[in-house]
């Protein structure tokens, strides 16, 4: 545990659940996908967190499925283009983490379905 995190902290970060425009940009999410798995960004867990401002400003913390994915660089950009397509999303910024790490436990039931994992 590092110094500035506390036992309290999350790992990750809480969504603007309530936000009226939280479900449009999942969906928005939802078209975005990882060239190497047929499954979108959203269901696989991949985006950790959509903190959504009262001035449509979002913040996105999103990861990938490795550190060394291909379209590291890319992936970012794609998030950002597919939210700011979303009315009422004045800007988007998209963070790429790598803690907490990846693990296939954060893929949604639908995506071990489509995977065959479940």
């Not at 545990?1 to 603007?16: C, F, T, V």
């Not at 309530?18 to 999410?29: D, F, G, M, R």
């Not at 994915?69 to 970012?76: I, S």
């Amino acid at each position: 545990m590092s110094a500035e995190q506390s036992e309290g902290d999350l790992l990750i970060k809480p969504s603007s659940t309530e936000h009226a425009l939280y479900e449009p940009i999942v969906e928005a999410c939802k078209t975005v996908f990882d060239p190497e798995i047929p499954v979108n960004i959203f269901d696989l867990g991949l985006i950790y967190t959509i903190k959504i401002a009262d001035d449509g400003k979002v913040d996105v913390i999103m990861t990938l499925t490795a550190p060394g994915c291909p379209v590291a660089g890319e992936m970012p950009g794609w998030v950002a283009n597919a939210i700011e397509a979303v009315p009422g999303v004045q800007s988007v910024d998209v963070e790429m983490t790598f803690d907490p790490q990846w693990g296939m436990d954060m893929m949604s039931d639908e995506a071990r379905l489509e995977l065959g994992f479940m």
